[in-house]
């Protein structure tokens, strides 16, 4: 019987030392790191945050990637928001990007090459002739180092870092890139990317999350949207920007005010894929879009230091992913808000410039805020900038 004592309190004392290496607890607060998997002789690991409201995070150093948001809605259920896969080693896989960093330059660039000074770089062609979202191995693909994971007043981070190599994918320089996922008690989803190099190149980095207020159970069409922005980027057939700004008034692209994009789409037969010019100072962290799902009643308003934002809609099925609970992914059952510089800048020099030099740094803020709808209707139509 002593025995078998020891024994109990020994496998007590063996867990105990167990949960305290895997998770950290501090002002209502919990980080738990949840699974973990070696890939081509690296560790991939997932992390769980967790706030005092309840809403979670989960964020891998796979691609470094947001691969799950909860957030209540107007009952207080919890339902996630952005389109995930069940396991960690699906993300390996087959899958659009689902919440990855993309980089060095997400988006387009034309003929797959671009000059700084009298070198010309050649890139990746991976999209036809041209190059998108940072070539065949994008940062999408690479495995992150996790730096570090800390709690701090009203907010919990998870930091990942990755070294980019000289040419790779066909960029000068070696990059440096820190991202740190945030979560704070107000149900902020904060991105804070920073970046330095030792030789000139172009940045340009987003997130590719696909999100779906309505629990990701049904596509996104009955979502409202507003987009601060009053131009866009037209592009050619092949996704490039021609280098002109149209004006968004008029025209299906304009979401100046919260509206219905269902019928849009379905007289387009296709989804959205385009860049907006946001209204807002350079640098400055202002508000890009606002999308409100009526039957859930959770809004999502999305800020950012960037000047542009790429608004997509997919209209490819997504049935063959392997989602949350067995769910099963259709046609439109996710937006994404791609908070970037303008795609093709190194063409378009009259774009806002992606050039990075060794004396400087490169910042980006993003914040993704949930809330729930309040007095006002969702159909009301509200001023971008005053909503």
Same mark, same amino acid.
């Given at each position: 019987?002593?025995?078998?004592?020891?024994?109990?309190?020994?496998?007590?004392?063996?867990?105990?030392?167990?949960?305290?290496?895997?998770?950290?607890?501090?002002?209502? #607060?919990?980080?738990?790191? /949840? %699974?973990?998997?070696?890939?081509? !002789? =690296?560790? *991939?690991?997932?992390?769980?945050?967790?706030? @005092?409201?309840?809403?979670?995070?989960?964020?891998?150093?796979?691609?470094?990637?947001?691969?799950?948001?909860?957030?209540?809605?107007?009952?207080?259920?919890?339902?996630?928001?952005?389109?995930?896969?069940?396991?960690?080693?699906?993300?390996?896989?087959?899958?659009?990007?689902?919440?990855?960093?993309?980089?060095? #330059?997400?988006?387009?660039? /034309? %003929?797959?090459?671009?000059?700084? !000074? =009298?070198? *010309?770089?050649?890139?990746?062609?991976?999209? @036809?002739?041209?190059?998108?979202?940072?070539?065949?191995?994008?940062?999408?693909?690479?495995?992150?180092?996790?730096?570090?994971?800390?709690?701090?007043?009203?907010?919990?981070?998870?930091?990942?870092?990755?070294?980019?190599?000289?040419?790779?994918?066909?960029?000068?320089?070696?990059?440096?890139?820190?991202?740190?996922?945030?979560?704070?008690?107000?149900?902020?989803?904060?991105?804070?990317?920073?970046?330095?190099?030792?030789?000139?190149?172009?940045?340009?980095?987003?997130?590719?999350?696909?999100?779906?207020?309505?629990?990701?159970?049904?596509?996104?069409?009955?979502?409202?949207?507003?987009?601060?922005?009053?131009?866009?980027?037209?592009?050619?057939?092949?996704?490039?920007?021609?280098?002109?700004?149209?004006?968004?008034?008029?025209?299906?692209?304009?979401?100046?005010?919260?509206?219905?994009?269902?019928?849009?789409?379905?007289?387009?037969?296709?989804?959205?894929?385009?860049?907006?010019?946001?209204?807002?100072?350079?640098?400055?962290?202002?508000?890009?879009?606002?999308?409100?799902?009526?039957?859930?009643?959770?809004?999502?308003?999305?800020?950012?230091?960037?000047?542009?934002?790429?608004?997509?809609?997919?209209?490819?099925?997504?049935?063959?992913?392997?989602?949350?609970?067995?769910?099963?992914?259709?046609?439109?059952?996710?937006?994404?808000?791609?908070?970037?510089?303008?795609?093709?800048?190194?063409?378009?020099?009259?774009?806002?410039?992606?050039?990075?030099?060794?004396?400087?740094?490169?910042?980006?803020?993003?914040?993704?805020?949930?809330?729930?709808?309040?007095?006002?209707?969702?159909?009301?139509?509200?001023?971008?900038?005053?909503?």
């Amino acid at each position: 019987m002593k025995i078998y004592t020891l024994y109990v309190v020994f496998s007590m004392f063996v867990s105990f030392l167990l949960m305290s290496c895997s998770q950290e607890r501090k002002s209502d #607060f919990l980080i738990v790191k /949840k %699974d973990s998997l070696q890939y081509e !002789g =690296k560790s *991939v690991e997932l992390f769980k945050i967790t706030n @005092k409201q309840g809403m979670a995070i989960e964020v891998t150093n796979y691609g470094a990637s947001l691969v799950f948001v909860s957030a209540p809605d107007k009952n207080g259920m919890f339902e996630p928001v952005v389109l995930g896969l069940d396991s960690l080693r699906h993300y390996l896989g087959r899958q659009p990007k689902l919440g990855a960093t993309v980089g060095r #330059f997400a988006n387009r660039i /034309k %003929d797959a090459e671009f000059s700084l !000074g =009298k070198t *010309v770089y050649h890139l990746d062609k991976n999209s @036809k002739a041209h190059s998108i979202h940072g070539g065949v191995k994008g940062f999408n693909l690479q495995v992150f180092d996790v730096d570090t994971s800390y709690i701090v007043k009203d907010t919990a981070v998870v930091v990942f870092k990755y070294l980019s190599p000289d040419l790779e994918g066909g960029f000068p320089g070696n990059l440096n890139l820190s991202l740190a996922y945030k979560l704070t008690n107000d149900n902020e989803v904060i991105l804070d990317y920073e970046a330095s190099t030792d030789k000139p190149t172009i940045v340009n980095l987003t997130n590719h999350s696909y999100f779906n207020l309505a629990g990701c159970k049904e596509s996104v069409l009955n979502h409202y949207y507003m987009i601060a922005g009053d131009s866009i980027t037209p592009v050619d057939s092949m996704g490039i920007p021609t280098g002109e700004l149209m004006a968004v008034a008029g025209t299906e692209y304009d979401f100046r005010v919260l509206q219905s994009a269902k019928q849009r789409i379905e007289k387009r037969e296709k989804g959205y894929d385009i860049n907006y010019k946001l209204n807002k100072q350079p640098g400055t962290l202002a508000l890009a879009a606002k999308v409100v799902e009526p039957l859930s009643g959770r809004v999502l308003k999305a800020y950012t230091t960037e000047p542009g934002m790429q608004f997509y809609t997919p209209a490819s099925n997504l049935d063959y992913l392997k989602g949350y609970a067995h769910l099963s992914y259709g046609k439109y059952y996710g937006f994404c808000l791609e908070m970037q510089h303008f795609p093709d800048s190194p063409h378009n020099p009259q774009f806002p410039i992606t050039v990075l030099l060794p004396e400087e740094i490169y910042r980006q803020t993003t914040i993704y805020k949930f809330e729930i709808l309040q007095l006002q209707s969702y159909y009301k139509k509200e001023k971008c900038g005053k909503i």
